[in-house]
């Protein structure tokens, strides 16, 4: 996966001087988060500074992105959310690429903070496990557990959605929206604005527009935290002729 919008290497530089403002340093944390090739870059600035020369290795943007509300559900996990993200397509100038749905489909995966369990039965064991691995940024072993889990608990609206974002990281938008669907079809939930979301970023993903189009009308009409974002999307696909 290439980064579809390499974070400036001043934002970096300042990152790493600690000033950025809290927005910015958790906008830049969920980024580097989800982006191998920034991670390596922030790395190997980092590294430049000779910034790390005492200490050891620190990784901030794995547990430290997203410092927004938090969402206790009982599950032994509480989930924290990014603040929502702008728009990732570039725009395009006049000797732009013609234009690529699936360059709407970046996003920032929501971020999350494992704790620790408090019990729970066989499907609990196995979500904290998913979100574990999610923790780590390794999407194909989060897919085994959160799969299994979703299995064990069909009325848990989390597994399938950290599944599908799982499977839209690692780079499988179909099945990211088949997993999606199953926490959107359990209706009001925690999850449903979110899950609506990402379906809509499979579907561009997938460079199904009016499919893409439909996920997005139905979050307009949520009129939630992304309504921002959703406008812009929904601006976007009508000015490239989608409706
Ligand atoms: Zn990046």
Redesign the pocket.
């Known amino acids: 996966m290439s980064?579809a919008?390499?974070?400036d290497p001043d934002l970096l530089e300042s990152y790493l001087l600690g000033r950025l403002a809290p927005d910015q340093r958790d906008e830049l944390e969920a980024?580097?988060f989800a982006?191998p090739?920034?991670a390596e870059r922030l790395e190997g600035l980092e590294a430049l500074r000779g910034a790390l020369a005492a200490g050891p290795r620190r990784r901030p943007w794995v547990l430290g992105a997203g410092a927004a509300a938090a969402l206790a559900l009982g599950l032994g996990i509480t989930l924290s959310w990014p603040p929502a993200s702008p728009v990732d397509a570039p725009d395009p100038g006049p000797t732009a690429a013609p234009f690529d749905l699936a360059s709407l489909g970046t996003f920032e995966p929501p971020a999350y903070e494992p704790r620790r369990l408090r019990g729970g039965g066989e499907a609990e064991r196995r979500f904290a496990a998913g979100m574990e691995a999610y923790a780590r940024g390794d999407w194909v072993a989060a897919l085994t557990d959160l799969e299994q889990a979703t299995r064990l608990d069909a009325s848990s609206p989390a597994a399938p959605f950290f599944a599908g974002v799982c499977h839209l990281l690692a780079g499988d938008a179909e099945a990211g929206s088949a997993a999606l669907a199953a926490t959107v079809a359990l209706g009001e939930t925690p999850y449903l604005e979110d899950a609506l979301y990402f379906q809509a970023k499979a579907q561009l993903l997938r460079r199904d527009g009016a499919a893409a189009r439909t996920a997005l009308a139905r979050l307009e009409a949520i009129d939630g935290e992304r309504a921002p974002e959703v406008r812009a999307l929904l601006e976007r696909l009508a000015s490239a002729g989608i409706d």
């Open positions: 980064c919008e390499p974070l980024h580097v982006c090739e920034c």
